[in-house]
């Protein structure tokens, strides 16, 4: 069977075109990029001794929404 052209020029010495060398820390995050429809996790770190009695992230999220309920409803205009 015959070479490719790419076989042929091929060289084991090659380096990168100096064009393909990126400098990653150059790098910025591409803001278009959403998550792809995945929800965004958001992270609290809690204290070790409420961590102890909310052992699953189902069991935060349930008291938080009840504590959310007994909150009076905000107007238009008040912020948090």
Known sequence: MSKTPFEE???SDDELLAEYNFDYQKAKPNRFAGGGGRQLL????LDEDVAQVFT???SVNQVLRAL???????????TA
């Open 9 to 11: 020029s091929h060289d």
């Open 42 to 45: 958001k992270v609290v770190v």
């Open 56 to 58: 699953t992230p189902e």
């Open 68 to 78: 959310i309920e007994t909150m009076p409803q905000a107007t238009k205009g008040d």
